[in-house]
């Protein structure tokens, strides 16, 4: 659930913004937000990330 809220919200901001704009370019802004969102979890999982950017 902690996961869950902030990628729903990012998803809704994603479509708020994304009105007008064709599916193609929807769907490639969706893809990349989404790659970033795991690419960052595995990074902080795999203790690769920066302490300075943790959350305490």
Same mark, same amino acid.
């Given at each position: 659930?902690?996961?869950? %809220?902030?990628?729903?919200? +990012? =998803?809704?901001?994603?479509?708020? %913004? +994304? !009105? +007008?704009? #064709?599916?193609?370019?929807?769907?490639?802004?969706?893809?990349?937000?989404?790659?970033?969102?795991? &690419? %960052?979890? =595995?990074?902080?999982?795999?203790?690769?990330? #920066?302490? &300075?950017? !943790?959350?305490?």
């Amino acid at each position: 659930m902690e996961m869950l %809220i902030p990628l729903l919200a +990012g =998803l809704a901001l994603i479509w708020l %913004i +994304g !009105r +007008g704009v #064709p599916w193609n370019a929807k769907l490639v802004t969706v893809v990349v937000t989404l790659a970033v969102i795991v &690419a %960052i979890l =595995l990074l902080e999982r795999g203790g690769l990330w #920066p302490e &300075a950017f !943790r959350r305490r």
